[in-house]
Nanobody
Framework: QVQLSESGGGLVQAGGSLRLSCVASGRSFSSYPMGWFRQGPGKERAFVAAVTWSGKTTFYADSVKGRFTISRDNAKNTVFLQMNSLKPEDTAVYFC?????????????????WGQGTQVTVSS
């Protein structure tokens, strides 16, 4: 079993930055690719970013590429999402997810564990 807990959300002005953190408890965290998803008002949950267990390979949704950075610190059982140049359209509940597998995925259905979500609100 893996439990994930997000933090770092809040209210920020457009152009500002936030760093989300996701702390994992349980075994084999270092073996799990990790991802961030988000769900905005009236929208489906969407892929944001993912990182391999080693932290050496990442990929991003086009909407956040160049602005967001995903990283992880396996010694601290933590994955991060650094969000810069935030836009109002980034407003969403952000979810951390872990996948039991060897490769990265953009698909929600391929992730096995989920956090409770943290609200990010970007004002114009």
């Amino acid at each position: 079993q893996v439990q994930l807990s997000e933090s770092g959300g809040g209210l920020v002005q457009a152009g500002g930055s936030l760093r989300l953190s996701c702390v994992a408890s349980g075994r084999s965290f270092s073996s799990y690719p990790m991802g961030w998803f988000r769900q905005g008002p009236g929208k489906e949950r969407a892929f944001v970013a993912a990182v391999t267990w080693s932290g050496k390979t990442t990929f991003y949704a086009d909407s956040v590429k160049g602005r967001f950075t995903i990283s992880r610190d396996n010694a601290k059982n933590t994955v991060f999402l650094q969000m810069n140049s935030l836009k109002p359209e980034d407003t969403a509940v952000y979810f951390c997810a872990a996948r039991v597998g060897a490769v990265l995925s953009r698909l929600q259905s391929e992730y096995n564990y989920w956090g409770q979500g943290t609200q990010v609100t970007v004002s114009s």
